[in-house]
């Protein structure tokens, strides 16, 4: 056999096997690695490129070494599924490097972790304080994860008391020209909406390259051509005009009472309301 056909198929082989082993070990591998995961990585790439190029008779035997590392690889992520001990042992522990804005140099030194790669991470987060820190710990992978102080943290609806439907994620209806009957009947819609919210846009199925219907129907439209442009859907001007309702009955309803504590929360709801009504309101004219 030529050396260049002989060579073709071997790389061939490795690929198809190493492809194999990859999904028998699972998505870890192609995420953020601990340690042994991180050497077995390198090992395995390194018996793959023996087995492709190696000219020895004997190549095969690179195949049984791949084997036996995958096997390893396989025992020691049992054994860590099983015992909290093997895992601390293998991967490490998480180190505290913030503790209610304090930074622990301490454990800094431990992690052999420098300020300004601290400070690198703390900014990945959008947080460019310390100060503002409540608890940052490095995980064993060597991600840093950040938790604010109270006060830090962006309101949510719950803790301004107010309750919102929940979200799902958008479902791909049209990708590549082409509509995916499955993720839109998940949507409760059929194929005859989807072709009426089109011409509404004076779009064909075909000229889309991708389309999402969101929690709410509202259908987003991605041209292949980019340079056309698209009337926007009214779906944010009606509730743009629904939130402007609620605001104007909250005012109303605080000018008819004569309960003053129902004055001052029917106020505070009103205000509320104006300030999300303000918040919302670049984002629908935009």
Not at 232 to 247: D, I
Not at 259 to 280: F, H, P, R
């Amino acid at each position: 056999m030529a050396g260049w056909l002989e060579i073709t198929l071997r790389t061939l082989t490795a690929v198809i096997f190493l492809l194999l082993m990859t999904k028998l070990l699972g998505k870890r591998q192609v995420t953020e690695l601990s340690v042994f995961e991180y050497i077995t990585g390198i090992t395995i790439g390194n018996l793959a490129g023996y087995i492709s190029l190696d000219t020895d008779a004997k190549w095969y035997l690179g195949m049984v070494s791949l084997g036996v590392w995958v096997a390893i690889s396989l025992g020691i992520e049992l054994l860590q599924m099983k015992s909290k001990r093997v895992r601390n042992w293998i991967d490490g522990k998480p180190t505290v490097l913030i503790q209610k804005g304090k930074v622990l140099e301490r454990n800094m030194k431990k992690e052999r972790i420098t300020t300004d790669e601290l400070l690198q991470q703390l900014r990945k987060k959008d947080v460019f304080k310390p100060a503002d820190v409540e608890f940052a710990i490095m995980e064993a992978s060597g991600a840093i994860n950040v938790m604010l102080k109270s006060e830090h943290q962006p309101l949510t609806p719950n803790q301004l008391g107010i309750k919102v439907a929940t979200e799902h994620e958008p479902q791909t209806v049209i990708m590549d020209g082409k509509v995916l009957l499955e993720p839109l009947s998940s949507t409760g819609y059929n194929e005859q909406w989807l072709t009426k919210e089109l011409k509404k846009s004076n779009v064909k199925v075909e000229e889309v390259f991708l389309a999402q219907i969101d929690n709410f129907g509202s259908l987003y439209i991605d041209l292949y051509d980019d340079k056309i442009k698209q009337p926007k859907s009214q779906n944010q001007a009606a509730l743009l005009a629904a939130l402007k309702k609620c605001e104007a009955d909250m005012e109303m309803y605080g000018l008819l009472t004569d309960d003053e504590k129902e004055k001052q929360q029917y106020a505070a709801c009103s205000k509320t309301l104006q300030q999300l009504i303000d918040d919302v309101r670049p984002l629908i004219y935009q």
